[in-house]
């Protein structure tokens, strides 16, 4: 038997829990066809089918059955020993998860706290409020809103807010109105959940023009294309707000509302570890109200932070 992998068991006991591949690709975070290789090489290391599968369903075997309680114990354990390592080592580090942005001075505010590992797994917003829920990481830098925060059982701290300006064609960089921009929806879920929500909603509100798109085109090179084809601006997202324009666009700020994206630090309401919350203390000491107070602005009806305006 060949030697099996903890992230092969996982993808086994997703896949059970789903009993459907797709969703529990999306659930990992993987492409569907690399989970489906996956499982066949576990299948093939232990020597027993675990799923009957046709086109349409997915079903567990009696192996596999009888096996997922004790993988789940298996996977239990392999988390608890990390932990305990963790402890006896003395180093046991407090896991920092990001979208695409982190305060610039993140390590001066938590020198002497804690020590603080800044997580390389970049995945969209609500990915990472899931990964703080399922103990995968200590704190995330995310967008969520009120009733994700109670479906997760997190807490959230203000920590930053970007004002997203649109991108348009033409010489004229002055202001625009938020009811005559577009603003682009992707059918990628899976990547631009919670940029969807935040868009449609910004749309019902204010009368901005939704696009839809199916090819990542939120940013980057393919952003430009959409810009090029509209006859109207083009609101940018937050991960495209620092980055380099073409020469043949201009970017405009949006008026009439601005728009505001809100950045939360979230953590679990149930954490035990004292440095998690130290730590989250430490980034949102002294961030003030994000320059969201009077009118003007709008921030989605759900935001956890709209009392900042108040």
């Not at 937050?238 to 509302?257: F, H, N, S």
């Not at 309401?269 to 320059?291: H, Q």
């Amino acid at each position: 038997m060949g030697a099996v992998e903890l992230r092969q068991l996982r993808y086994f006991v997703a896949v059970a829990e789903e009993l459907h591949f797709g969703r529990a690709a999306a659930r990992l975070l993987i492409a569907g066809p690399s989970l489906s290789q996956q499982i066949k090489a576990l299948e093939r290391d232990l020597g027993v089918p675990l799923f009957a599968r046709d086109r349409r369903t997915v079903a567990l075997t009696a192996a596999g059955a009888a096996l997922l309680p004790r993988v789940r114990a298996l996977l239990d354990g392999a988390d608890e020993l990390r932990r305990r390592a963790r402890q006896l080592s003395g180093s046991d580090p407090v896991r920092l998860g990001y979208v695409n942005w982190l305060p610039p001075d993140l390590a001066a505010r938590t020198s002497g706290i804690a020590q603080v590992y800044v997580d390389t797994w970049v995945v969209p917003s609500h990915a990472q409020a899931a990964r703080v829920a399922d103990g995968s990481l200590d704190l995330a830098v995310c967008w969520v809103r009120t009733a994700d925060l109670a479906r997760h059982g997190l807490t959230a701290h203000p920590l930053g807010a970007d004002r997203l300006h649109a991108v348009s064609t033409g010489p004229d960089s002055g202001p625009v109105r938020a009811a005559d921009v577009a603003v682009l929806v992707d059918d990628d879920v899976a990547s631009w959940s919670s940029w969807n929500e935040f868009a449609e909603e910004f749309a019902r509100d204010t009368g901005a023009r939704v696009v839809r798109v199916h090819n990542g085109a939120i940013t980057g090179p393919a952003f430009f294309d959409h810009v090029r084809a509209c006859t109207t601006p083009v609101l940018n997202s937050p991960r495209g707000q620092t980055a380099p324009l073409p020469p043949d666009l201009v970017r405009r700020p949006v008026t009439d509302p601005e728009v505001v994206w809100t950045w939360s630090l979230v953590h679990r309401d149930d954490e035990v570890r004292a440095p998690v919350p130290a730590v989250a203390d430490a980034l949102a000491r002294d961030v003030g109200d994000l320059g969201l107070r009077g009118g003007g602005v709008w921030l989605p009806a759900d935001d956890p932070h709209r009392a900042l305006g108040g």
